[in-house]
């Protein structure tokens, strides 16, 4: 197989050229605009569909196909009646830091708008899944994901209210969770987290802000401090347009 000279070490092998060598003709469209997006600056607006399908000579359905991909690849991003080009993707580390700290670290303004705070008895998924007791209160804090103002998640808390009995009075919803664990003097030990790939509820598209047809990343999280207590579950929807994960490993 021949590699193109330039080839970039992250991208996709002959460009994702196939085998027989047949390139399907949207395929062909969304890359000579994926070029294009790159000579432009973050919020530039793209040629309108109309225009693409005139200068790459191809009809308008297929430029729509290319946009589509490339809005879903989170290189662009919808804005009015247009489309512009959207800003790099945030990286956040699957560590024990909070979102708060990932965002910051990347020169973002991390916020919350609070959608939920509630109280109810602890179910039996609950139970087993934390090792709470089952039927003990548990809060429930649901939470809209900002950076720069922009909403691009979608967090549900679970801990149980003996942990943070002064929860709905003592903490500020746009706040870090995390640091407000750490003024009541509870550290993290250890957590299981698994992520997987999902489409939004239409309640869940409405709050993010985003069509239903997005692909997420969905995040679980089952927390416990230092003693092996369980602390709290998380559920964490993360836009998959605008976030990447990343991990440092070591054998």
Known sequence: MDYPNDQAPGAPVRSGIPEHGRVPKYYAVKARIDRLVGELGEGSAIPTERDLSERYEVARETVRQALRELVLEGKLRRQGRGTVVAGPKLAQPLSLASYTEGVRRQ?????????????FPCPDALAAETGLTRGEPVWHLERVLLADDERVGLESTYVAVARIPGLDTAFDPDS????????????FGDADER?????????EALLIG?????????????SRDTGGRPLE???????????????????
């Open 107 to 119: 020169g973002r303004t991390p916020g919350r708008a609070l959608v939920t705070l509630d109280r």
């Open 176 to 187: 870090s969770f995390y640091a407000h664990l750490a003024e009541q003097g509870i550290a």
């Open 195 to 203: 992520i997987e790939t999902v489409l939004a509820t239409p309640r």
């Open 210 to 222: 985003t069509p239903p047809a997005l692909p997420m990343l969905l995040i679980h999280r089952v």
């Open 233 to 251: 579950r998380v559920r964490t929807l993360y836009r998959g347009d605008r976030f990447s994960f990343t991990a440092h490993l070591r054998g």
